[in-house]
Nanobody
Framework: EMQLVESGGGLVQAGGSLRLSCAAS????????IGWFRQAPGKEREGVAC????????YYADSMKGRFTISSDNAESTVYLQMNSLKPEDTAVYYC??????????????????????WGQGTLVTVSS
């Protein structure tokens, strides 16, 4: 069974850092584009960043540039989201998603949930003030 497994969430103080991981289970990322999304309580889901696994091309939502970095480890078939200088407003459940369609960019980050091939279960990030 093809699954995405997220990890790395937790409680951190404002100004701190966390690194989230998204691992492929039952398949490899080779032909996929992978994105990170988040959903805060009472808010709509928003796209954070995506990466084209085959060549490392990355794209960030404008509001996420500067503090968040998406990267991949091809040997581990894992995509990471490094989050620095965290703020209380970054508190959310963070999800990764994988899609075979080559559209890493605003199209991917703005896609409806049902449009993307795979979703992880999410990992909770809580930033305290």
């Amino acid at each position: 069974e093809m699954q995405l497994v997220e990890s790395g969430g937790g409680l951190v103080q404002a100004g701190g850092s966390l690194r989230l991981s998204c691992a492929a289970s039952g398949f490899t990322f080779n032909d996929y584009e992978i994105g990170w999304f988040r959903q805060a309580p009472g808010k709509e889901r928003e796209g954070v960043a995506c990466i084209k696994y085959s060549n490392g091309y990355t794209y960030y939502a404008d509001s996420m540039k500067g503090r968040f970095t998406i990267s991949s480890d091809n040997a581990e078939s894992t995509v990471y989201l490094q989050m620095n200088s965290l703020k209380p407003e970054d508190t959310a459940v963070y999800y990764c998603s994988a899609d075979l369609l080559p559209h890493c960019g605003s199209s991917f980050l703005g896609a409806a949930s049902s449009y993307l091939d795979l979703w992880g279960q999410g990992t909770l990030v809580t930033v305290s003030s």
